[in-house]
Nanobody, 129 residues
Framework: QVQLQESGPGLVKPSQMLSLTCTVSGGSITTPYYAWNWIRQPPGKGLEWMGAISYDGMSYYSSSLKIRTSIDRDTSKNQFSLQLHSVTPEDTAVYYC?????????????????????WGQGTQVTVSS
């Protein structure tokens, strides 16, 4: 059974970079044909797909966040990471990592929670000075 765990700071100052890591256990992030995703939920809003890194190391991003986002991985540690640059208070959210399919419908349309079969517990990130 695959398990995911997010880690990172809970408080980030405006204009700085948010950096989170997802540690995966019980399965490899190189297993075909999964994608490893970052998803967030701002207070009072729905889930938003941010981006993903594929089993073979390709990164994909939401068009609305692409300019500020990067996702990479460390296969030796079975981890993947999110960097979100130039954060504002609007980036305050619970951030999740999750396993899903390649080219999920959430990448292009409204978020579909059913596509994701394994989730981290989520980590609250607040952007505030």
């Amino acid at each position: 059974q695959v398990q995911l765990q997010e880690s990172g700071p809970g408080l980030v100052k405006p204009s700085q970079m948010l950096s989170l890591t997802c540690t995966v256990s019980g399965g490899s992030i190189t297993t075909p044909y999964y994608a490893w995703n970052w998803i967030r939920q701002p207070p009072g809003k729905g889930l938003e797909w941010m981006g993903a890194i594929s089993y073979d190391g390709m990164s994909y991003y939401s068009s609305s966040l692409k300019i500020r986002t990067s996702i990479d991985r460390d296969t030796s540690k079975n981890q993947f990471s999110l960097q979100l640059h130039s954060v504002t208070p609007e980036d305050t959210a619970v951030y999740y990592c999750a396993r899903g399919p390649m080219y999920g419908t959430s990448w292009y349309n409204d978020f579909n929670r059913l596509e994701y079969d394994s989730w981290g517990q989520g980590t609250q990130v607040t952007v505030s000075s």
